[in-house]
């Protein structure tokens, strides 16, 4: 059950040139967390009403990861909190990705989607997987993970400036012969990175789960602003609310350009 709470930062420190990473003393939330989901952080004293989404990067020891980017005003005054911040906090929202068992976990993120990515590798790691880690950024300067005991880390550029020269989805489309099969995929992404994908594994028969990145005004179904169009079990198209209903849906419900 989701809780709304007052909570303190820990740290609060800059990863790269414009992602950051936020430690908050929540252990309420933390200990009823899944990967997957998100929460709600509140700005006291801001114009704009509505709070904003992040993804949960990790949930241990009672302390909540967040990893973010620095975007517009509001992410801009939070990279400016410091330790001891007070914080309204909100979760954690959403559904979880259902972990597969046996086979070859593949864990792909780009650009903020590499969050959920984080946390979900950390539970898989639990599980005793080391599961392969795929991160997409523009260039090197947007990279904050250059090494990983725990996973093993691929890591691709746009610009070819660190790691693979292209986009995350081709970098793993030249590593599919290397992996161990049944591959097991997992992905958090833009809309048009997360289209390519899917049409890729549906045509090679692999599993794909895929975390969408909505605009959420308020996180919890009441404004119907993260309507996505997606199909039931039986097929019949329906609007799902991606804040309530997912973020995390079977890559084959969700109709991506529609």
Known sequence: MKK?????????????????????????????????????????GDKKIFPRPFSIAGAKNGILKIVYKVVGSQTLQMSRWKSGHDLKILGPLGNKFSIKTGGTHVLIGGGVGIAPMLFLKDSLVTKNSKPYLLIGARNKDEMFLFEDYESELNLSTDDGSHGFRGNVVSYFQALVDSMEKPLHVYCCGPDKMLEVLAAYCKKMKFDLQVSIEKVMACGMGLCQGCATKTKTESGEIKYSLVCKDGPVYNAGDVFFNG
């Open 4 to 44: 709304y709470l007052s909570s303190k930062i820990i740290s609060n420190q800059q990863l790269s040139k414009s992602f950051f990473q936020m430690d908050i003393n929540c252990p309420e939330i933390v200990k009823i967390s899944e990967p997957g989901q998100f929460v709600n952080i509140y700005f006291s």
